[in-house]
C-alpha cells in the first residue's frame, strides 16, 4: 500500500525539453487532466443524457512567492513572463513531478508534454509577499512515467 505524498514534494519545471527548470519558490501546483463529452442522445431515448468521450485536455497551474533577485535564468517570474512578451514562440516542454520521495523512490511519478503558457499574473498586496502565478495549457498529450523504486 503506498503512502500519501506531501505537497512539498510536487513541482513545476518547464523550459526546453531536457533541460527544465524548477518553477523558483512555488508554494502550490495543480495538474488538471479533462476529459470532454459529445452528447450523443436521441430525441426518442429515455430520457437520461448519453455521451461519449471526445478531445481530452491538460492544463497546469502554479503559484509562487515574488523574489528580489528573479532574474532570467532562475526559473522565477522574468523566465516565464518571457514565454509570452518575448519574440520566440511561446511554447515550452513542462513537467509534473514528484521529487524528493521519502518511499524508497528514485524517480518519482511525472507527468510531461508541451505547453503554451495562457496566463502570468505578478502580484504586490499590501502588507504582504509579492506572489505571481502562471497557467500552461498542454499543446497535444500528456505522458505519464510511473516512479521507478531503487535497487
Request: one cysteine or more; a negative charge.
Amino acid at each position: 500500500m503506498g503512502q500519501v505524498v506531501s505537497g512539498n514534494n510536487l513541482v513545476v519545471k518547464f523550459g526546453e525539453e531536457g533541460s527544465e527548470v524548477i518553477v523558483a519558490c512555488s508554494t502550490s501546483c495543480t495538474l488538471t487532466i479533462n476529459q470532454a463529452t459529445v452528447a450523443a442522445s436521441c430525441k426518442d431515448g429515455d430520457g437520461w443524457a448519453a455521451n461519449i468521450p471526445g478531445e481530452k485536455s491538460w492544463e497546469v497551474t502554479v503559484d509562487a512567492l515574488y523574489k528580489d533577485d528573479d532574474a532570467s535564468g532562475t526559473g522565477g517570474f522574468v523566465d516565464l513572463s518571457a514565454l509570452i512578451i518575448g519574440a520566440d514562440a511561446n511554447n515550452a516542454n513542462l513537467v509534473f513531478e514528484e521529487i524528493n520521495n521519502p518511499v524508497n523512490i528514485a524517480n518519482g511519478n511525472q507527468w510531461a508534454g508541451a505547453v503554451v503558457m495562457t496566463s502570468c499574473t505578478l502580484n504586490g498586496p499590501a502588507n504582504d509577499n509579492s506572489t505571481f502565478s502562471a497557467t500552461f495549457s498542454g499543446n497535444g498529450p500528456l505522458s505519464f512515467t510511473p516512479g521507478s523504486p531503487t535497487v
